[in-house]
Protein backbone atom coordinates (compact mmCIF):
# COMPACT_ATOMS: atom_id res chain seq x y z
CA UNK A 1 0.00 0.00 0.00
CA UNK A 2 1.53 3.79 -1.08
CA UNK A 3 2.44 5.73 2.37
CA UNK A 4 3.63 9.00 2.79
CA UNK A 5 7.01 8.49 4.31
CA UNK A 6 9.57 11.37 5.57
CA UNK A 7 13.01 11.17 6.61
CA UNK A 8 12.59 11.69 10.03
CA UNK A 9 11.00 9.70 13.74
CA UNK A 10 10.53 11.00 16.48
CA UNK A 11 12.51 9.69 19.25
CA UNK A 12 11.70 12.26 22.24
CA UNK A 13 9.54 14.72 23.23
CA UNK A 14 11.42 17.41 26.10
CA UNK A 15 10.18 20.65 27.14
CA UNK A 16 7.73 21.03 25.06
CA UNK A 17 9.66 20.28 21.85
CA UNK A 18 9.49 17.22 19.57
CA UNK A 19 12.52 16.47 18.85
CA UNK A 20 13.40 13.88 15.32
CA UNK A 21 16.33 11.27 14.06
CA UNK A 22 17.27 10.33 10.02
CA UNK A 23 14.67 7.60 10.24
CA UNK A 24 11.90 7.34 7.61
CA UNK A 25 8.64 8.36 9.33
CA UNK A 26 5.11 6.17 7.39
CA UNK A 27 2.00 7.59 7.07
CA UNK A 28 -0.06 4.14 6.19
CA UNK A 29 -3.97 4.91 4.67
CA UNK A 30 -6.28 2.83 6.03
CA UNK A 31 -10.32 2.88 5.99
CA UNK A 32 -12.86 3.09 9.59
CA UNK A 33 -13.47 -0.73 9.18
CA UNK A 34 -9.72 -1.32 8.79
CA UNK A 35 -8.60 -0.50 12.19
CA UNK A 36 -7.21 -2.86 14.96
CA UNK A 37 -10.30 -1.78 17.30
CA UNK A 38 -11.62 -5.41 17.81
CA UNK A 39 -8.12 -6.94 17.12
CA UNK A 40 -5.55 -5.73 19.57
CA UNK A 41 -3.89 -8.00 21.68
CA UNK A 42 -4.95 -7.79 25.39
CA UNK A 43 -2.79 -7.79 27.74
CA UNK A 44 -4.00 -6.49 31.35
CA UNK A 45 -2.00 -5.82 34.76
CA UNK A 46 -4.00 -4.97 37.85
CA UNK A 47 -3.13 -4.34 41.04
CA UNK A 48 -3.96 -3.50 44.57
CA UNK A 49 -3.66 -0.39 46.01
CA UNK A 50 -3.80 2.36 48.80
CA UNK A 51 -6.94 4.49 48.98
CA UNK A 52 -6.50 7.40 51.08
CA UNK A 53 -9.28 8.55 53.91
CA UNK A 54 -11.84 11.25 52.86
CA UNK A 55 -13.64 11.61 49.76
CA UNK A 56 -11.42 13.35 47.69
CA UNK A 57 -10.07 11.50 44.62
CA UNK A 58 -6.69 11.17 42.98
CA UNK A 59 -6.41 14.05 40.15
CA UNK A 60 -6.62 12.40 35.99
CA UNK A 61 -3.27 11.76 34.69
CA UNK A 62 -4.97 14.42 31.89
CA UNK A 63 -5.33 17.37 34.39
CA UNK A 64 -2.30 18.62 33.27
CA UNK A 65 -3.16 18.34 29.46
CA UNK A 66 -5.93 20.50 28.58
CA UNK A 67 -5.25 19.84 24.76
CA UNK A 68 -7.18 16.27 25.37
CA UNK A 69 -10.41 15.22 26.57
CA UNK A 70 -11.19 11.30 27.22
CA UNK A 71 -14.48 9.85 26.62
CA UNK A 72 -15.68 6.08 26.82
CA UNK A 73 -17.35 4.33 24.06
CA UNK A 74 -20.63 3.03 24.94
CA UNK A 75 -18.90 -0.07 24.27
CA UNK A 76 -15.98 0.58 26.91
CA UNK A 77 -13.77 1.81 25.07
CA UNK A 78 -11.84 4.65 26.05
CA UNK A 79 -10.67 7.45 22.96
CA UNK A 80 -9.29 10.85 23.45
CA UNK A 81 -10.06 13.86 21.52
CA UNK A 82 -8.69 17.16 21.07
CA UNK A 83 -9.47 20.18 18.94
CA UNK A 84 -6.80 21.50 16.59
CA UNK A 85 -6.87 24.97 15.01
CA UNK A 86 -7.58 23.06 10.91
CA UNK A 87 -9.31 19.63 12.36
CA UNK A 88 -10.33 17.72 15.02
CA UNK A 89 -8.49 14.77 15.70
CA UNK A 90 -9.47 11.11 17.78
CA UNK A 91 -7.34 8.06 18.46
CA UNK A 92 -7.59 5.40 21.07
CA UNK A 93 -3.46 5.14 21.63
CA UNK A 94 -3.71 5.64 25.59
CA UNK A 95 -2.85 9.34 25.67
CA UNK A 96 -2.38 8.93 29.44
CA UNK A 97 0.94 7.40 28.29
CA UNK A 98 3.76 9.72 28.28
CA UNK A 99 5.56 7.80 25.35
CA UNK A 100 2.04 7.37 23.84
CA UNK A 101 1.71 10.93 23.51
CA UNK A 102 4.99 11.92 21.94
CA UNK A 103 4.29 9.45 19.13
CA UNK A 104 0.94 10.87 18.65
CA UNK A 105 2.50 14.20 19.01
CA UNK A 106 4.95 13.28 16.47
CA UNK A 107 1.94 11.87 13.54
CA UNK A 108 0.29 15.19 14.17
CA UNK A 109 3.36 17.12 13.49
CA UNK A 110 4.01 14.71 10.15
CA UNK A 111 0.63 15.14 8.86
CA UNK A 112 0.59 18.89 9.58
CA UNK A 113 3.97 19.28 7.15
CA UNK A 114 2.49 17.28 4.44
CA UNK A 115 -0.61 19.18 4.60
CA UNK A 116 1.55 22.53 4.25
CA UNK A 117 4.18 20.94 1.50
CA UNK A 118 1.67 19.93 -0.63
CA UNK A 119 -0.85 22.56 0.13
CA UNK A 120 -3.61 20.46 1.01
CA UNK A 121 -6.82 22.17 1.76
CA UNK A 122 -8.76 20.15 4.92
CA UNK A 123 -12.57 21.42 4.87
CA UNK A 124 -13.27 22.94 8.49
CA UNK A 125 -15.55 20.41 9.57
CA UNK A 126 -12.73 17.37 9.55
CA UNK A 127 -11.69 15.18 11.66
CA UNK A 128 -8.84 12.86 11.67
CA UNK A 129 -7.84 9.34 12.91
CA UNK A 130 -5.15 8.31 14.00
CA UNK A 131 -3.54 4.48 15.06
CA UNK A 132 0.18 3.73 16.36
CA UNK A 133 1.55 0.48 14.77
CA UNK A 134 3.75 -1.72 16.31
CA UNK A 135 6.86 -0.32 14.47
CA UNK A 136 7.46 3.37 16.10
CA UNK A 137 7.96 4.85 12.80
CA UNK A 138 4.78 4.26 11.52
CA UNK A 139 1.07 4.98 12.33
CA UNK A 140 -2.45 4.83 10.30
CA UNK A 141 -5.05 7.77 9.69
CA UNK A 142 -7.57 8.56 7.63
CA UNK A 143 -9.80 12.18 7.60
CA UNK A 144 -13.59 12.65 7.76
CA UNK A 145 -15.44 15.11 6.49
CA UNK A 146 -18.50 15.72 9.07
CA UNK A 147 -20.14 18.00 6.42
CA UNK A 148 -20.02 16.25 3.58
CA UNK A 149 -20.37 12.68 5.43
CA UNK A 150 -17.11 10.95 3.31
CA UNK A 151 -13.61 9.80 4.81
CA UNK A 152 -10.64 11.06 1.96
CA UNK A 153 -6.70 10.99 2.58
CA UNK A 154 -3.78 13.17 1.69
CA UNK A 155 -2.88 11.09 -1.50
CA UNK A 156 -3.64 9.48 -3.88
CA UNK A 157 -4.85 6.05 -3.48
CA UNK A 158 -7.06 3.12 -4.81
CA UNK A 159 -9.98 1.44 -3.86
CA UNK A 160 -8.26 -1.75 -4.26
CA UNK A 161 -5.73 -1.25 -1.88
CA UNK A 162 -8.02 0.01 0.65
CA UNK A 163 -9.73 -3.24 0.10
CA UNK A 164 -13.00 -1.23 -0.40
CA UNK A 165 -14.21 -3.38 -2.94
CA UNK A 166 -15.31 -2.53 -7.17
CA UNK A 167 -17.17 0.58 -7.82
CA UNK A 168 -19.34 1.02 -11.31
CA UNK A 169 -19.46 4.77 -10.55
CA UNK A 170 -18.66 7.61 -8.78
CA UNK A 171 -21.74 7.81 -7.22
CA UNK A 172 -21.31 4.07 -5.92
CA UNK A 173 -18.13 5.04 -4.52
CA UNK A 174 -19.57 8.09 -2.69
CA UNK A 175 -22.17 5.10 -1.03
CA UNK A 176 -18.66 3.42 -0.03
CA UNK A 177 -17.64 6.55 1.70
CA UNK A 178 -20.70 7.23 3.10
CA UNK A 179 -20.92 3.84 4.88
CA UNK A 180 -17.18 4.83 6.14
CA UNK A 181 -18.22 7.75 7.83
CA UNK A 182 -20.72 6.18 9.71
CA UNK A 183 -18.37 3.37 10.99
CA UNK A 184 -16.41 6.30 11.82
CA UNK A 185 -19.46 7.87 13.96
CA UNK A 186 -20.55 4.85 15.30
CA UNK A 187 -16.41 4.35 17.07
CA UNK A 188 -16.46 7.82 17.96
CA UNK A 189 -20.06 9.32 18.73
CA UNK A 190 -19.48 10.82 22.68
CA UNK A 191 -17.59 14.33 21.80
CA UNK A 192 -19.59 14.80 18.34
CA UNK A 193 -23.54 14.16 19.27
CA UNK A 194 -24.25 17.84 19.70
CA UNK A 195 -23.26 18.15 16.23
CA UNK A 196 -25.42 15.84 14.13
CA UNK A 197 -28.91 16.40 13.70
CA UNK A 198 -31.78 14.55 15.01
CA UNK A 199 -33.17 14.63 11.26
CA UNK A 200 -30.72 11.49 10.83
CA UNK A 201 -33.09 9.48 13.55
CA UNK A 202 -36.34 10.44 11.26
CA UNK A 203 -34.65 9.61 8.16
CA UNK A 204 -33.35 6.04 9.65
CA UNK A 205 -37.06 5.45 10.81
CA UNK A 206 -38.61 6.00 7.21
CA UNK A 207 -35.68 3.64 5.73
CA UNK A 208 -36.34 1.10 7.66
CA UNK A 209 -40.40 1.26 8.08
CA UNK A 210 -39.87 0.56 4.00
CA UNK A 211 -37.84 -1.88 4.61
CA UNK A 212 -39.26 -3.68 6.92
CA UNK A 213 -42.03 -3.31 4.27
CA UNK A 214 -40.35 -4.67 1.55
CA UNK A 215 -39.54 -8.06 3.78
CA UNK A 216 -43.26 -8.55 4.92
CA UNK A 217 -44.32 -8.74 1.16
CA UNK A 218 -40.98 -10.35 -0.58
CA UNK A 219 -39.51 -13.17 0.03
CA UNK A 220 -36.73 -11.99 -2.03
CA UNK A 221 -35.94 -8.96 -0.47
CA UNK A 222 -32.04 -7.07 -0.46
CA UNK A 223 -32.97 -5.29 2.47
CA UNK A 224 -30.62 -6.38 5.46
CA UNK A 225 -32.37 -6.75 8.63
CA UNK A 226 -36.16 -9.48 8.43
CA UNK A 227 -39.46 -7.47 9.10
CA UNK A 228 -39.37 -8.90 12.82
CA UNK A 229 -35.89 -7.32 13.74
CA UNK A 230 -37.21 -3.91 11.70
CA UNK A 231 -40.36 -3.62 14.23
CA UNK A 232 -37.60 -4.40 16.91
CA UNK A 233 -35.59 -1.52 15.86
CA UNK A 234 -37.91 0.90 15.10
CA UNK A 235 -38.99 0.69 18.33
CA UNK A 236 -36.37 1.39 19.72
CA UNK A 237 -35.73 4.77 16.99
CA UNK A 238 -39.11 5.81 18.01
CA UNK A 239 -38.14 6.40 21.62
CA UNK A 240 -35.44 8.93 20.50
CA UNK A 241 -37.64 11.00 17.23
CA UNK A 242 -37.99 14.29 18.33
CA UNK A 243 -35.37 14.20 21.12
CA UNK A 244 -31.76 15.25 21.14
CA UNK A 245 -29.01 12.80 20.73
CA UNK A 246 -26.34 11.69 22.96
CA UNK A 247 -23.51 9.54 22.52
CA UNK A 248 -25.32 6.09 22.86
CA UNK A 249 -28.27 6.79 20.84
CA UNK A 250 -25.78 8.46 18.20
CA UNK A 251 -23.67 5.08 18.41
CA UNK A 252 -26.54 3.15 17.67
CA UNK A 253 -27.90 4.59 14.92
CA UNK A 254 -24.38 5.31 13.35
CA UNK A 255 -24.14 1.82 13.37
CA UNK A 256 -27.66 0.78 11.25
CA UNK A 257 -26.99 3.32 8.76
CA UNK A 258 -23.40 1.89 8.72
CA UNK A 259 -25.49 -1.61 7.99
CA UNK A 260 -27.78 0.48 5.30
CA UNK A 261 -25.02 1.95 3.58
CA UNK A 262 -23.05 -1.30 3.32
CA UNK A 263 -26.02 -2.75 1.85
CA UNK A 264 -26.76 -0.22 -0.60
CA UNK A 265 -23.23 -0.48 -2.01
CA UNK A 266 -23.85 -4.30 -2.21
CA UNK A 267 -26.95 -3.68 -4.26
CA UNK A 268 -25.80 -1.31 -6.37
CA UNK A 269 -28.43 1.04 -4.79
CA UNK A 270 -29.48 4.58 -7.27
CA UNK A 271 -26.92 3.06 -9.62
CA UNK A 272 -28.59 2.20 -13.61
CA UNK A 273 -28.47 -1.19 -13.09
CA UNK A 274 -29.47 -1.70 -8.95
CA UNK A 275 -29.93 -5.42 -7.19
CA UNK A 276 -33.74 -5.60 -6.71
CA UNK A 277 -34.16 -9.23 -5.42
CA UNK A 278 -31.42 -11.28 -3.81
CA UNK A 279 -31.54 -14.14 -6.19
CA UNK A 280 -30.72 -11.38 -9.39
CA UNK A 281 -27.28 -12.05 -10.51
CA UNK A 282 -25.47 -8.80 -11.20
CA UNK A 283 -22.43 -9.92 -12.65
CA UNK A 284 -21.57 -12.85 -15.58
CA UNK A 285 -20.26 -16.04 -13.59
CA UNK A 286 -17.93 -18.11 -14.05
CA UNK A 287 -19.39 -21.64 -16.58
CA UNK A 288 -19.16 -24.40 -13.31
CA UNK A 289 -21.19 -26.57 -15.07
CA UNK A 290 -19.89 -30.27 -14.55
CA UNK A 291 -22.66 -32.87 -15.89
CA UNK A 292 -21.08 -35.60 -15.83
CA UNK A 293 -20.46 -35.06 -12.10
CA UNK A 294 -23.89 -34.38 -11.65
CA UNK A 295 -25.09 -37.03 -13.81
CA UNK A 296 -23.21 -39.67 -11.65
CA UNK A 297 -24.42 -37.83 -8.11
CA UNK A 298 -27.74 -37.23 -8.78
CA UNK A 299 -29.26 -40.62 -9.54
CA UNK A 300 -26.56 -42.10 -6.80
CA UNK A 301 -28.20 -40.16 -3.94
CA UNK A 302 -32.12 -40.20 -5.02
CA UNK A 303 -31.10 -36.78 -6.51
CA UNK A 304 -30.58 -34.87 -3.02
CA UNK A 305 -27.42 -32.97 -4.65
CA UNK A 306 -29.26 -31.06 -7.18
CA UNK A 307 -31.70 -29.43 -4.23
CA UNK A 308 -28.27 -28.60 -1.71
CA UNK A 309 -26.83 -27.01 -5.08
CA UNK A 310 -29.76 -24.73 -6.06
CA UNK A 311 -29.90 -23.56 -2.49
CA UNK A 312 -26.10 -23.36 -2.01
CA UNK A 313 -26.36 -21.41 -4.74
CA UNK A 314 -29.26 -19.16 -4.17
CA UNK A 315 -27.58 -18.90 -0.33
CA UNK A 316 -24.27 -17.45 -1.76
CA UNK A 317 -26.12 -15.31 -4.72
CA UNK A 318 -23.25 -12.34 -5.85
CA UNK A 319 -21.33 -14.08 -3.12
CA UNK A 320 -23.66 -12.13 -0.66
CA UNK A 321 -25.34 -13.67 2.72
CA UNK A 322 -28.47 -13.04 4.32
CA UNK A 323 -27.57 -13.70 7.87
CA UNK A 324 -31.62 -15.33 7.94
CA UNK A 325 -31.71 -17.24 4.95
CA UNK A 326 -28.40 -18.87 6.40
CA UNK A 327 -29.76 -19.71 9.73
CA UNK A 328 -33.33 -21.02 7.89
CA UNK A 329 -30.85 -23.59 5.21
CA UNK A 330 -28.77 -24.63 8.50
CA UNK A 331 -31.39 -25.45 10.15
CA UNK A 332 -32.81 -27.50 8.08
CA UNK A 333 -29.67 -29.01 7.27
CA UNK A 334 -28.94 -29.93 10.84
CA UNK A 335 -32.11 -31.41 11.32
CA UNK A 336 -32.05 -33.53 8.21
CA UNK A 337 -29.04 -34.65 9.37
CA UNK A 338 -30.14 -35.46 12.73
CA UNK A 339 -33.32 -37.13 11.66
CA UNK A 340 -31.22 -39.55 9.36
CA UNK A 341 -28.82 -40.53 12.16
CA UNK A 342 -31.77 -41.34 14.51
CA UNK A 343 -33.81 -43.25 12.25
CA UNK A 344 -30.68 -44.75 10.73
CA UNK A 345 -29.89 -46.83 13.66
CA UNK A 346 -32.70 -48.88 14.01
CA UNK A 347 -32.36 -49.59 11.20
CA UNK A 348 -28.98 -50.95 10.64
CA UNK A 349 -29.65 -52.64 14.16
CA UNK A 350 -32.55 -54.72 12.93
CA UNK A 351 -30.52 -55.26 9.90
CA UNK A 352 -28.00 -57.29 11.62
CA UNK A 353 -30.02 -58.77 14.80
CA UNK A 354 -31.67 -60.43 11.09
CA UNK A 355 -28.76 -62.42 10.58
CA UNK A 356 -29.22 -64.72 13.64
CA UNK A 357 -32.22 -66.05 11.69
CA UNK A 358 -31.55 -69.75 11.19
CA UNK A 359 -31.54 -69.18 7.15
CA UNK A 360 -30.32 -65.48 6.88
CA UNK A 361 -27.41 -64.56 5.28
CA UNK A 362 -25.11 -62.20 5.99
CA UNK A 363 -23.79 -61.26 3.04
CA UNK A 364 -27.43 -60.22 1.66
CA UNK A 365 -27.26 -57.71 5.10
CA UNK A 366 -24.23 -56.67 4.87
CA UNK A 367 -25.04 -53.65 1.97
CA UNK A 368 -27.89 -52.17 4.15
CA UNK A 369 -25.16 -52.04 7.49
CA UNK A 370 -22.46 -50.61 5.23
CA UNK A 371 -25.26 -47.81 3.94
CA UNK A 372 -26.65 -47.53 7.33
CA UNK A 373 -23.11 -47.14 8.89
CA UNK A 374 -22.13 -44.47 6.16
CA UNK A 375 -25.28 -42.37 6.94
CA UNK A 376 -24.44 -42.60 10.58
CA UNK A 377 -20.55 -41.83 10.28
CA UNK A 378 -21.28 -39.01 8.33
CA UNK A 379 -24.08 -37.66 9.81
CA UNK A 380 -22.54 -37.67 12.80
CA UNK A 381 -19.18 -35.49 11.09
CA UNK A 382 -21.57 -33.24 9.71
CA UNK A 383 -23.41 -32.27 13.42
CA UNK A 384 -20.33 -32.08 14.81
CA UNK A 385 -18.79 -29.68 12.09
CA UNK A 386 -21.73 -27.60 11.90
CA UNK A 387 -22.68 -27.23 15.54
CA UNK A 388 -23.97 -24.19 16.78
CA UNK A 389 -23.27 -22.35 12.61
CA UNK A 390 -27.24 -21.82 12.87
CA UNK A 391 -27.02 -18.95 14.73
CA UNK A 392 -23.58 -17.68 12.55
CA UNK A 393 -23.23 -14.09 11.61
CA UNK A 394 -23.42 -12.88 8.36
CA UNK A 395 -19.87 -12.40 7.94
CA UNK A 396 -18.84 -15.89 9.61
CA UNK A 397 -21.25 -17.69 7.00
CA UNK A 398 -19.88 -15.65 3.57
CA UNK A 399 -16.10 -16.72 4.74
CA UNK A 400 -17.29 -20.67 5.49
CA UNK A 401 -18.93 -20.49 1.82
CA UNK A 402 -16.50 -19.03 0.08
CA UNK A 403 -13.97 -21.19 1.59
CA UNK A 404 -16.15 -24.37 0.58
CA UNK A 405 -16.95 -22.78 -2.95
CA UNK A 406 -15.08 -24.68 -5.47
CA UNK A 407 -12.83 -22.85 -8.20
CA UNK A 408 -14.01 -25.51 -10.71
CA UNK A 409 -17.07 -27.38 -9.23
CA UNK A 410 -18.64 -24.58 -7.19
CA UNK A 411 -20.67 -25.82 -4.49
CA UNK A 412 -21.14 -29.02 -5.85
CA UNK A 413 -18.79 -31.05 -3.66
CA UNK A 414 -20.32 -29.27 -0.65
CA UNK A 415 -23.86 -30.39 -2.36
CA UNK A 416 -22.59 -33.88 -2.33
CA UNK A 417 -21.65 -34.05 1.09
CA UNK A 418 -24.33 -32.67 2.62
CA UNK A 419 -26.77 -35.20 0.74
CA UNK A 420 -24.23 -38.37 2.44
CA UNK A 421 -26.35 -38.44 5.28
CA UNK A 422 -29.87 -39.14 4.14
CA UNK A 423 -29.25 -40.60 0.83
CA UNK A 424 -27.23 -43.39 2.52
CA UNK A 425 -30.23 -43.99 4.93
CA UNK A 426 -32.17 -44.07 2.40
CA UNK A 427 -30.46 -46.68 0.94
CA UNK A 428 -30.26 -48.57 3.45
CA UNK A 429 -34.01 -49.02 3.66
CA UNK A 430 -33.99 -50.54 0.08
CA UNK A 431 -30.82 -52.71 0.80
CA UNK A 432 -32.89 -53.73 4.21
CA UNK A 433 -36.24 -54.70 2.14
CA UNK A 434 -34.12 -56.30 -0.16
CA UNK A 435 -32.37 -58.52 2.36
CA UNK A 436 -35.93 -59.51 4.27
CA UNK A 437 -37.46 -60.70 0.88
CA UNK A 438 -34.57 -62.72 -0.01
CA UNK A 439 -34.45 -64.20 3.78
CA UNK A 440 -38.57 -64.53 3.17
CA UNK A 441 -38.08 -66.37 -0.32
CA UNK A 442 -36.12 -69.29 1.51
CA UNK A 443 -39.27 -69.72 3.77
CA UNK A 444 -42.18 -68.59 1.47
CA UNK A 445 -40.66 -69.73 -2.25
CA UNK A 446 -39.67 -67.21 -4.93
CA UNK A 447 -42.57 -66.69 -6.48
CA UNK A 448 -44.60 -65.20 -3.57
CA UNK A 449 -41.17 -62.90 -3.05
CA UNK A 450 -42.14 -61.48 -6.20
CA UNK A 451 -45.15 -60.65 -5.76
CA UNK A 452 -44.13 -58.98 -2.16
CA UNK A 453 -41.62 -56.95 -4.27
CA UNK A 454 -44.48 -55.92 -7.10
CA UNK A 455 -46.79 -55.16 -4.36
CA UNK A 456 -44.06 -52.74 -2.80
CA UNK A 457 -43.26 -50.94 -5.82
CA UNK A 458 -47.03 -50.16 -6.71
CA UNK A 459 -47.32 -49.02 -2.79
CA UNK A 460 -44.38 -46.53 -3.66
CA UNK A 461 -45.59 -45.53 -7.06
CA UNK A 462 -48.57 -44.85 -5.44
CA UNK A 463 -47.37 -42.82 -2.89
CA UNK A 464 -45.18 -40.41 -5.89
CA UNK A 465 -48.42 -40.10 -7.74
CA UNK A 466 -50.96 -38.94 -4.76
CA UNK A 467 -48.07 -36.46 -3.36
CA UNK A 468 -47.84 -34.87 -6.87
CA UNK A 469 -50.41 -35.60 -9.20
CA UNK A 470 -50.83 -32.45 -11.66
CA UNK A 471 -47.31 -31.92 -13.22
CA UNK A 472 -46.13 -34.70 -15.36
CA UNK A 473 -46.19 -35.85 -18.70
CA UNK A 474 -43.47 -38.05 -19.40
CA UNK A 475 -44.03 -41.08 -20.85
CA UNK A 476 -41.65 -43.72 -19.10
CA UNK A 477 -42.35 -44.52 -15.75
CA UNK A 478 -38.79 -44.09 -14.48
CA UNK A 479 -39.12 -40.94 -15.52
CA UNK A 480 -42.38 -40.01 -13.81
CA UNK A 481 -41.11 -41.69 -10.87
CA UNK A 482 -37.59 -39.71 -10.64
CA UNK A 483 -39.69 -36.33 -11.16
CA UNK A 484 -42.13 -37.34 -8.72
CA UNK A 485 -38.84 -38.11 -6.25
CA UNK A 486 -37.72 -34.72 -7.07
CA UNK A 487 -41.04 -32.88 -6.38
CA UNK A 488 -40.75 -34.21 -3.08
CA UNK A 489 -37.03 -32.97 -2.64
CA UNK A 490 -38.38 -29.07 -3.66
CA UNK A 491 -39.02 -27.99 -7.41
CA UNK A 492 -36.16 -25.83 -8.29
CA UNK A 493 -37.94 -24.02 -10.43
CA UNK A 494 -39.97 -22.27 -7.85
CA UNK A 495 -37.40 -21.88 -5.23
CA UNK A 496 -36.68 -18.10 -5.78
CA UNK A 497 -40.41 -17.04 -6.17
CA UNK A 498 -41.73 -14.35 -4.21
CA UNK A 499 -44.52 -13.67 -2.16
Known sequence: MPC???PLALTSYVGGTVQFSETEEVLRPITSVATARYGKLTSISSYHTVIPPGSISSPSTLDVHTTWNSYPHPEGQLYFHRKLPNYDVVTEANIYRQETENRVTGCLKLIDDTIFQQQIIVPPSSELFIELDESPFSCAYYFVNHDAR??????????????MGTIVSDSHLDTAFQRLYWVHVEFFPMHMYRQVSPQVVDDLIGVMSHGAADRLTSRSSTFPYTAEKCSQLLQLLSLQRGRA???????????????????????????EHA?????????????????????IANPALWGIPDRYFLELHDLFANEQ?????????MTACISEWH??????FPIMMVTILSCLLSRASLSSALPSVLSASGSLATGSILLLKHHGLEDATASFAARYLRAAKSRTTGMLPSAI??????????????????????????????LAMFG??????????????VTSPDEYDQSSLLSKILCRWHSIQGDPQGAGSSV
Not at 150 to 163: A, G, K, M, P, S
Not at 339 to 344: E, G, I, K, L, S
Not at 459 to 465: R, S
Open 245 to 271: LDGHTLCFVARLWGAIENQRFMTYHGQ
Open 452 to 465: GACFLLVLVWAALY
Open 4 to 6: IQH
Open 150 to 163: RIFWLEQITTELLD
Open 321 to 329: VFVDQWQIF
Open 417 to 446: VFSLPKALYLWSIVFMVLHFLLLASHVVGG
Open 275 to 295: QLDRLQIMAPEEDKDHQWVKS
Open 339 to 344: TAVVWT
